[in-house]
């Protein structure tokens, strides 16, 4: 059987300049159906826990991104040679009312892999996140990180604003 690989939305969105900016034989792309098996689920586990997916769970949830790909678009890095995903993250574009109508984009999940964290895949997912967040109409983009991240995300353009809360049933 054939299987065709979905990607998770438009290759447009993904920006030149940092595409043209990885060292060779690295390629930046929007994520696809079958990087469950290059290792995508492994590359989040720098994270937190992940959980052990099946194929079709995780199809399940790329399905359902997929059907909402105006508003979830999650990238990877990925090593050719080897045909892993080296690094990720992802951007939720929020429809509001305020700012009228307005669009603000929420980082979540960046991860690179242990063995290539300090090469800049790190910088890179964030600034071609920001290019998604540009080119869909967001008038900011925001995130929540450790103070142990905050002089990464300084050097990536992001200041300080306000706390995070949370709450959990
Ligand atoms: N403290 C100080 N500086 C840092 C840190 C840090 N913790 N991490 C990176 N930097 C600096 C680098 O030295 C580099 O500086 P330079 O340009 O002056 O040389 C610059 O930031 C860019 O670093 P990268 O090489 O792009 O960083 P990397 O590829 O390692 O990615 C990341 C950084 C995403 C934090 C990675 O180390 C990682 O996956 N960590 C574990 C998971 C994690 O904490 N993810 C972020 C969660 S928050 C969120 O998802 C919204």
């Not at 065709?4 to 034989?25: M, N, Y």
């Amino acid at each position: 059987m054939n299987h065709v690989e979905t990607a998770l939305f438009r290759a447009s969105l993904i920006s030149p300049k940092v595409q043209a900016s990885l060292p060779k034989g690295y390629v930046l792309r929007p994520l696809q159906s079958g990087d469950y098996e290059r290792g995508f689920l492994d590359v989040l586990k720098v994270l937190t826990e992940v959980g052990d997916h099946t194929k079709a769970q995780w199809l399940e949830r790329f399905n359902y991104l997929k059907q909402h790909s105006h508003e979830y678009f999650t990238i990877v890095i990925v090593e050719e040679a080897k045909n892993k995903v080296v690094a990720a993250g992802s951007v939720i574009v929020e429809r509001k009312f305020v700012h009228l109508n307005g669009l603000v984009g929420h980082i979540e999940d960046i991860a690179v892999d242990a063995n290539q964290q300090g090469k800049k895949f790190g910088i890179k997912i964030i600034e071609a996140l920001k290019y998604i967040g540009e080119n869909t109409g967001c008038y900011k983009v925001i995130l929540d990180c450790s103070e142990k991240n905050i002089p990464f995300y300084e050097k990536c353009g992001f200041s300080h604003k306000e706390y995070e809360m949370v709450w959990r049933p």
